[in-house]
């Protein structure tokens, strides 16, 4: 008996939700932000940014900023805006 594979798109079938500090979290670190900086920005230790990482990743099943940022864009959790020239606060 053969085996049936089928395809399906990634994370189809499966709600995935961040928490609002999670998104705030992603949103910093896609602004070219180190886990210091946000955390800096964010009033909370380094250690708890890279909390809130490590829980996004597990949630979009990747293993690192750019995939988190990808998935989480292409899953309309977070906005695409370009941020060339107003990366940490310059203008």
Known sequence: MPIQVTSRP???HRAVRLTNREI???SLIA???SSKEAADV??????TVDF???????KLEVS????AF????RLGLIPFE????HMRGEA
Do not use: M, W
């Open 42 to 47: 964010l009033v909370v230790s380094k250690r």
């Open 64 to 67: 690192n900023r750019v995939q």
């Open 31 to 33: 602004q070219g932000h």
């Open 70 to 73: 990808r998935a989480a864009t």
């Open 82 to 85: 370009p941020t060339f020239g």
């Open 10 to 12: 990634e994370h189809a």
């Open 52 to 58: 809130h990482l490590a829980n996004i990743y597990d």
């Open 24 to 26: 705030q979290v992603l």
